[in-house]
């Protein structure tokens, strides 16, 4: 599942140990989406992955969730983690990816348009 909209707070790192011992860190954002009537939704992103998506304040986002909700003392609760984050800006320029030998022509773009507006009406032609 995706959310997309604009990370409008980050909370601190929370880490702790685990019962087996290991080490775990986390850190919650919140980001609001960009629908008729805005959501505010916190997801988490653990370990390693919240240096590796280097989330920032006001960025636009779309990020892949899953939501996983468990029991316990009789309570629920929901967690939203993200496991992928993209930058909505984030397109390369046309120049920097090169287009692959036999590519549908779909994927060609238009050449420009020749300047056809010239004033001259002489024809230049040598036949």
């Known amino acids: 599942m995706e959310i997309t909209g604009k990370i409008i707070h980050i909370l601190p790192v929370q880490s702790g140990q685990g019962r ?8 919650d954002f919140v980001l609001e989406t960009n629908d008729q009537y805005p959501k505010k939704v916190c997801f988490t992103v653990w370990g390693d992955k919240i240096d590796m998506f280097n989330i920032q304040m006001g960025e636009d986002l779309i990020v892949s969730i899953t939501i996983e909700s468990r029991e316990y003392n009789e309570r629920w609760y929901t967690n939203i983690q993200a496991w992928k984050v993209d930058r ?10 090169p287009m692959p030998f036999g590519a549908p ?12 507006s010239s004033s001259s009406s002489v024809d230049d032609l040598p036949f």
């Not at 087996?20 to 850190?27: A, I, L």
């Not at 909505?88 to 990816?97: H, S």
């Open 105 to 116: 022509p779909e994927m060609i773009p238009p050449a420009p348009a020749a300047d056809l």
């Open 20 to 27: 087996n011992g290991s080490d775990w860190k986390k850190q």
């Open 88 to 97: 909505v800006n984030a397109a390369a320029p046309f120049d920097e990816a």
